[in-house]
């Protein structure tokens, strides 16, 4: 008996120390996890219950010179449907006429639609595609549908918004506007103007702590670490949506006329530089006929020029006095040989001897070879340093990505050869962008100074400026005032006299030069040989506003008039025209006071006779111009019917009569 007691109270001293171990073990825990681990254990509890939220700044908008809206942002919703959020009695009694509202809504049968919410609810689908892409009018409408109108927790709604660029003028201008496009990865990739002021459009987004109160609910905790988003600021862009109509559809019209590849235009207000206008235009690989924006071919394609590439021979050779316009040289039977190779005229016979600037305006490749050939043969640099002093060398230092590299042979270098230099002349061997070429030929309109494509004049935060972009002058002059006005003689005779005379206008002025490049013409391997027609100029010629380049590439060729002046020029002309007889003038009128002697006698003529006029009785208008006449006549009351033009013969009612209300009065005219 007393060993059994002795084994019990053994026990009992096991079991306690068991439990002061235990508890010793606990304490031991509680103290490592409140001073030890405290921190770790806080940090964790802290982030369950405590989140920092980002709030987005809004978006800035891009407008356009005259303040029309060419990019925004706003809300696009997707709506899902939590099927297990609702009660059974509510569900039941709902989905019906959901489905019904949904039906009537997106176009579908309500079978659809119930069939669907039925089978989400089934399967305890908490996350069931109800729309994308809602707007916000569409998404207010949903929310009052049976069901969806008693919220997210009784009703089951989930809507997930989201932001989208929108261009409220359409694809017009679309890849200089650009857009900003957030890849999987999380990264952007931005294009156009959308891209190239990213910074300042995008704003901080700001940020909030809340604390979790409920299963999906955050209650906002205001702390000092709070963050209120600062939104983007707007852009003011240099494009002019009145001449971006223009231009884009003058140039698809062509682009369709001719079964091109794909085409570009350029307008440019000569003195700031600023681009009013920039269409690119390709062919869908699908539809012939249909053409959008694919890529910006004025910034980013660099390729040979053809002819339009003359004018840089004629002012290198000007600067240099190496020849002038009256020069004159062989054209050699359109055909003129440099070490076994051939430079060929398009007109077939060549042009016979002419001046140099004549060759200038008919575009021969053979005079004007020739005038560069003989004057730089023994020091070709000499004129490629002039082409790399023109700028013609450098890329002009767009915001925007993949502005194309313009390349101009160097002695020496692996592309350089016996006819580099000559080939230059007419515009092969070298490559340079549309919007490249534009900014020298403005150059010229703009007397020698050589400003910087704009595409963005101002940066704003509301009606406050906070940065503006004024005139950047690349190079204050390219060449002197007496070559500036030999070249814009030369560019006029080309509109007047020349290649482009078909765009001759007597009454509206306009300079320019026609360009045909060949393009594959030394290639081997079977691909075929295509045609790149351009036109560069500006108007009106005598007082240079805006320049312009049109380039269209692969025109169909089955009617052989593939050529600058048949594809390019029109268009040129139709824009220059459209814009010139459309803008209001704002010409002051000389000498408004002056007095002209016969309008004076008229009009004291009228004045007498309506002195002679006795009240209340018709007047004696024999010998009157009708136009007095009638102006007599109206303002006393009565109603004239007139016969014939010139001045009054005969009247109906006898001059004296007294008149009547009803009288109608007839007047034969006769010159």
């Given at each position: 008996m007393m060993v059994e007691e002795k084994n019990t109270s053994y026990r009992i001293y096991l079991v306690a120390v068991g439990i002061f171990l235990m508890a010793i073990g606990i304490v031991v825990k509680l103290c490592n996890i409140q001073w030890v681990e405290g921190d770790h254990y806080r940090q964790l509890a802290k982030e369950r219950t405590v989140k920092n939220f980002v709030i987005p700044a809004n978006k800035g908008n891009v407008y356009s010179a005259d303040g029309s809206l060419l990019a925004t942002s706003i809300p696009n919703y997707n709506i899902r449907f939590d099927a297990v959020a609702p009660k059974s009695e509510d569900f039941n009694a709902n989905v019906s006429a959901l489905a019904d509202s949904l039906g009537l809504m997106f176009g579908k049968p309500s079978s659809y639609y119930d069939a669907g919410l039925r089978r989400a609810r089934g399967?305890?689908?908490r996350f069931y595609l109800i729309a994308r892409n809602l707007s916000y009018t569409e998404y207010v409408r949903?929310?009052?549908?049976p069901l969806f109108s008693k919220g997210a927790f009784k009703g089951g709604l989930i809507v997930e918004q989201y932001t989208i660029r929108e261009h409220p003028i359409g694809m017009i201008a679309k890849r200089t506007i650009g857009y900003d496009i957030i890849r999987p990865d999380g990264k952007h990739y931005a294009k156009g103007i959308e891209g190239a002021y990213k910074k300042y459009l995008d704003g901080k987004d700001g940020r909030v702590l809340k604390q979790k109160i409920a299963k999906g609910q955050w209650k906002p905790i205001r702390d000092q670490n709070e963050v209120d988003p600062q939104d983007g600021y707007d852009i003011i862009s240099t494009i002019d949506v009145y001449i971006q109509d223009i231009a884009h559809h003058a140039l698809l019209k062509q682009l369709q006329e001719y079964n091109a590849d794909h085409g570009c235009v350029v307008v440019m207000e000569t003195k700031t530089g600023y681009i009013k206008a920039i269409a690119n235009l390709g062919r869908d690989k699908k539809e012939d006929s249909t053409y959008y924006e694919r890529v910006n071919y004025a910034v980013s394609e660099s390729h040979e020029p053809g002819s339009t590439y003359k004018l840089a021979d004629l002012m290198a050779l000007?600067?240099?006095k190496k020849a002038d316009t009256s020069d004159i040289y062989d054209s050699r039977g359109g055909d003129f040989t440099i070490r076994g190779r051939h430079v060929r005229d398009s007109h077939e016979g060549g042009y016979g001897k002419i001046s140099l600037g004549r060759g200038f305006e008919v575009s021969s490749n053979t005079v004007l070879v020739q005038a560069v050939y003989n004057a730089y043969k023994e020091d070709p640099m000499q004129f490629v340093n002039h082409l790399k002093h023109f700028g013609l060398d450098k890329k002009l230092g767009l915001p925007f990505e993949g502005e194309g590299v313009p390349f101009i042979p160097q002695e020496g270098g692996r592309n350089w050869s016996a006819i580099a230099m000559p080939w230059m002349a007419f515009g092969y061997g070298v490559s340079i962008t549309p919007l490249q070429t534009l900014t020298f030929y403005n150059a010229v309109a703009n007397n020698g100074e050589m400003v910087k494509p704009q595409f963005v004049s101002e940066i704003r935060e509301w009606n406050r400026?906070?940065?503006?972009?004024?005139k950047k002058v690349i190079n204050p002059k390219v060449c002197s005032d007496e070559t500036t006005k030999k070249l814009r003689a030369c560019l006029e005779n080309v509109v007047k006299n020349g290649t482009a005379k078909k765009l001759y206008s007597k009454n509206f002025p306009m300079a320019g030069k026609t360009g045909t490049a060949a393009a594959n013409y030394n290639k081997k391997d079977g691909t075929e040989k295509h045609y790149v027609s351009s036109f560069v100029g500006y108007f009106p010629a005598n007082d240079p506003k805006y320049s312009c380049i049109v380039v269209v590439h692969e025109p169909n060729t089955s009617k052989n008039n593939y050529y600058g002046a048949d594809v390019a020029g029109p268009v040129f002309k139709r824009i220059a025209q459209k814009i010139y007889t459309d803008a209001p003038s704002m010409n002051s009128i000389k000498n408004i006071d002056s007095k002209n002697k016969i309008q004076e006698q008229n009009f004291n003529d009228y004045y007498a006779e309506t002195q002679k006029v006795k009240p209340g009785?018709?007047?004696?208008?024999?010998g009157m111009t009708g136009m007095d006449a009638v102006a007599l006549l109206g303002n006393m009351g009565l109603k004239v019917k007139v016969k014939g033009t010139?001045?009054?013969?005969k009247q109906s009612i006898?001059?004296?009569?007294?008149i009547s209300p009803d009288d109608v009065i007839i007047l034969d005219l006769s010159s």
């Open positions: 399967t305890k689908n949903i929310k009052t549908f000007f600067e240099d400026t906070i940065k503006k972009y004024d009785t018709v007047p004696n208008l024999k010139g001045k009054v013969k006898e001059a004296g009569r007294s």
